[in-house]
């Protein structure tokens, strides 16, 4: 099984990454799971210029670390990503990807594994969580569950027993999910629901110029045609 692990946060030592390591820790004490764990801000993204060439082609023309690390998503198993609260939203480095990294229309996550953390300090972190998920959940991602952590700036997540059982547990159930290929019959109707009705006739009106967008669907086989 491959995981790619997305830290969020600018700071690799903070909150979200903590939780984000001892997920990797306990993913990689199970047998056959690589995990790849991406700190965002190492990376060099240049922000959407909105341009739309990518529905077209396929790919972005800024041949960057977001489309390098789309491509390795897109290759994986099972996706996590966590983030810090900021304005009770994700942090703009994980905007960024996000923005270029292909995820909803192209369904990038199709029929993967998928985990949300978010961590904050007082208000707005539930709001984070949401964004997150709704962001897997549209890019066809099974999402197996999620962490919301509040705790003061710098307290180590991991002190609290009640993270240190949901990393546990998160751990388990993503690795358990892809042995078993469980398949969240609820999430999967929600998420047809959305596609027919939603992405797939807007993205057929536009004809040739998101013909990249269909040669994806093919791809990831979220349509046979
Ligand atoms: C610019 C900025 C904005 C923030 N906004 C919020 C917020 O709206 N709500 C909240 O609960 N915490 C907020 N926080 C606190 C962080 O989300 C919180 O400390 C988080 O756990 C930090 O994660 P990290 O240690 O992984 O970077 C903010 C912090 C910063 C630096």
């Known amino acids: 099984m491959n995981i790619v692990i997305i830290n969020g946060s600018p700071r690799k030592n903070g909150a979200t990454a903590r939780i984000l390591h001892t997920m990797e820790q306990q993913l990689l004490g199970k047998a056959n799971v690589y995990v790849e764990f991406v700190n965002i801000s190492d990376l060099e993204i240049t922000p959407c210029n909105g341009c739309c060439l990518c529905y077209k082609t396929g790919h972005c023309y800024m041949n960057d670390d977001a489309e390098k690390l789309s491509n390795r998503i897109a290759l994986a198993d099972g996706l996590v990503i966590g983030s ?3 304005a009770s939203n994700v942090s703009g480095q994980l905007k960024l990807f ?3 990294g ?3 229309i192209e369904q990038l ?3 993967k594994y998928a985990v949300s953390i978010a961590t904050g300090e007082n208000y707005g972190s539930s709001d984070t969580s949401k964004i997150i998920i709704k962001l897997l959940k549209y890019s066809g991602a099974r999402v197996i569950g999620k962490i919301v952590c509040n705790l003061p700036f710098n307290k180590e997540p991991n002190e609290t027993s009640k993270v240190t059982r949901q990393i546990c547990e998160l751990s388990e159930k993503i ?3 892809f042995q078993t290929k469980r398949k969240y019959l609820f999430q999967t109707i929600i998420h047809k629901i959305i ?3 939603g992405i797939k ?3 057929k009106r536009k004809g040739e110029n998101y013909k990249g967008v269909i040669d994806k669907w ?5 349509t046979k045609s």
Not at 218 to 222: A, L, M, P
């Open 84 to 86: 810090p609260t900021y």
């Open 98 to 100: 996000i923005d270029r």
């Open 102 to 104: 292909h995820f909803v």
């Open 109 to 111: 996550l199709h029929g």
């Open 175 to 177: 690795y358990g999910d």
């Open 195 to 197: 596609f027919t009705v």
């Open 201 to 203: 006739p807007f993205v």
């Open 218 to 222: 093919r791809t990831y086989q979220v």
